[in-house]
């Protein structure tokens, strides 16, 4: 069956870095498009970035351009979110996405399959 897995998180002070990662097992890794949200309590779920799986193509938050980078390994079935200059308002819950489609890698309501999330804390 259809599983994302995500790892990685943890707590961070500011300005530190983490590198989460998201293993996907069925026929998702087929996904066009691979993304990363993130949630805080009482906010919506929020695009962070997205990457494409036939090209490099990379999509990214205005929060996040420049300190973040998402990356792919096809081989092993695994996309990557590699976060650095962590600061204290990137604390979330961060969730990976598939979207089969890929007609809309911004939009969370595209997306088909999701992970169940892990916490990123990053301490002022």
């Known amino acids: 069956q259809v599983q994302l897995v995500e790892s990685g998180g943890g707590l961070v002070q500011a300005g530190g870095s983490l590198r989460l990662s998201c293993t996907a097992s069925g026929l998702i890794f087929g996904s066009d498009i691979m993304g990363w949200f993130r949630q805080t309590p009482g906010k919506e779920r929020e695009f962070v970035a997205a990457?494409?799986?036939?090209?490099?193509?990379?999509y990214y938050a205005d929060s996040v351009t420049g300190r973040f980078t998402v990356s792919r390994d096809n081989a092993k079935n695994t996309v990557y979110l590699q976060m650095d200059s962590l600061k204290p308002e990137d604390t979330a819950v961060y969730y990976c996405?598939?979207?089969?489609?890929?007609?809309?890698?911004?939009?969370?309501?595209?997306?088909?399959?999701w992970g169940q999330g892990t916490q990123v804390t990053v301490s002022s």
């Open positions: 996405a598939a979207d089969q489609s890929g007609y809309r890698p911004l939009d969370p309501d595209d997306y088909d399959y």
């Open positions: 990457i494409r799986r036939m090209t490099p193509k990379t």
